[in-house]
C-alpha cells in the first residue's frame, strides 16, 4: 500500500516561494494520478493542482493558476508543487493524495490516500 510523505513546507513571506515534495514508501506513485490539496483553518479542503497518470496532463484551481506549477520527478518517484508568488491566503496545511482506482477524470477524482500534511504559512 502506497504511504505518503509530504515535506518542504514552512514559513515564507508574502511574494516569495517554496517547493513541497511528496514521496512515497511501499510502492510507486508513478502509476497513480496525483494531487496537490490544501486546508486553510476554518475552511474545507480543496483542491489546488493534479497531475495525470500518464500523459502529464495539468489541472489547477484558479486561485492558483500561473503561480502553481504541479510536476513529477521520475528518478526520483516523486511529485513537486513549485509554489511562486505567494500570498497570505495561500497559507494552510498541504496535502498530497493519490488516486489509487481508475475510472473518474484526475481533475475531479476521489483521491483516496493522503499524506500526514505539512503546513505552509505565508506572512503579509
Known amino acids: 500500500q502506497v504511504q505518503l510523505v509530504e515535506s518542504g513546507g514552512g514559513l515564507v513571506q508574502a511574494g516569495g516561494s517554496l517547493r513541497l515534495s511528496c514521496a512515497s514508501s511501499g510502492g510507486t506513485i508513478k502509476t497513480y494520478p496525483m494531487a496537490w490539496f490544501r486546508q486553510a483553518p476554518g475552511k474545507e479542503r480543496v483542491l489546488v493542482a493534479a497531475?495525470?497518470?500518464?500523459?502529464?496532463?495539468?489541472h489547477y484551481s484558479d486561485s492558483v493558476k500561473g503561480r502553481f506549477a504541479i510536476s513529477r520527478d521520475s528518478a526520483k518517484d516523486t511529485v513537486l508543487l513549485q509554489m511562486n508568488s505567494l500570498k497570505p491566503d495561500d497559507t494552510a496545511i498541504y496535502y498530497c493524495?493519490?488516486?489509487?482506482?481508475?475510472?473518474?477524470?484526475?481533475?475531479?477524482?476521489?483521491?483516496?490516500?493522503w499524506g500526514q500534511g505539512t503546513q505552509v504559512t505565508v506572512s503579509s
Open positions: 493524495a493519490a488516486y489509487t482506482m481508475t475510472g473518474v477524470h484526475f481533475s475531479r477524482a476521489p483521491y483516496d490516500v
Open positions: 497531475i495525470a497518470r500518464y500523459s502529464g496532463l495539468t
